[in-house]
Every structure is written in structure tokens, then in C-alpha cells.
């Protein structure tokens, strides 16, 4: 029986894991677009398919998007501050776009307890 080179086991193991990682992140990345897509055509059915289906990794990618958007907002604007070297109070345009997405991120979010709440009115009547 030969030697086994442990170099070469590592890099074999190592392929596999980062292909099954490639393959979840493609399979992952599908789920969220598709479920995007679904809470602007049919709100009541995306969601509905993502609690019966128990997938808590985009339950929680769909109630944290406002959450997503606000800190990416967030920082966005430290990142651009820290670059031009602004320091102190934020000027008119950030504020301005902070608010907005402010605004944005809470009326989504509303939006989204508003679906959740139906689809959980629905399941304590027993129907879908």
C-alpha cells in the first residue's frame, strides 16, 4: 500500500467544500431573488410558502431587508465620509438620503407585517 500525501487530501476536501458552498450560495441567492420577486406580485403566497416550508435563512433574509437596506445606508455614508474627510454635522444630502431610506425601510417593513399578520390570521382560522 502506498503513502497517503495529506497535501493532496486537503486539496481534495478542499474542492468539495467549496463546491458545495458555490452550489448553496447559487441555490441561496435563487431563494432570494425569487422570494423578492414574489413579495411584489404575491405577497400573501411567498410568504406563506416560506413559513409552511420552515426556511428560517430566508425568513430572516425577508423580515431583515429593511434592517439590510438601513445599514447599508448607513455605512454607505460612513464609508463616504471617512473618504472625503468630512467631519461633524452631516450635510443636507446625507441627511436628506438617510431619511429617505429611513422612510423607505420602515413603510417595507410595515408592509411586511402587514402580509405576516394576514398569512397568521389565516393560519389560526386553519385555512391556508
Known amino acids: 500500500m502506498g503513502k497517503i500525501n495529506p497535501k493532496t487530501k ?5 474542492k468539495k467544500v467549496f463546491r458545495i458552498l458555490f452550489l448553496l450560495a447559487i441555490r441561496e441567492g ?6 423578492i420577486y414574489g413579495l411584489v406580485c404575491h405577497p400573501f403566497f ?4 416560506v ?3 420552515k426556511d428560517l435563512s430566508q425568513g430572516v433574509f425577508l423580515f431583515g431587508l429593511p434592517g439590510w437596506f438601513w445599514l ?3 455605512f454607505f455614508l460612513a464609508v463616504i465620509r471617512f473618504f ?3 467631519r461633524g454635522n452631516l450635510g443636507w444630502i446625507a441627511l436628506t438620503s438617510l431619511l429617505a431610506v429611513s422612510l423607505f425601510s420602515g413603510l417595507f417593513l410595515a408592509y411586511l407585517l402587514y402580509w ?3 398569512i397568521f390570521a ?7
Open 46 to 49: 411567498t410568504l406563506s410558502q
Open 10 to 14: 486537503n486539496k481534495g476536501s478542499l
Open 30 to 35: 435563487y431563494l432570494s431573488l425569487r422570494n
Open 116 to 118: 405576516f399578520l394576514r
Open 51 to 53: 413559513f409552511k416550508k
Open 84 to 86: 472625503l474627510g468630512i
Open 72 to 74: 447599508g445606508t448607513i
Open 122 to 128: 389565516g393560519f389560526n382560522r386553519g385555512g391556508r
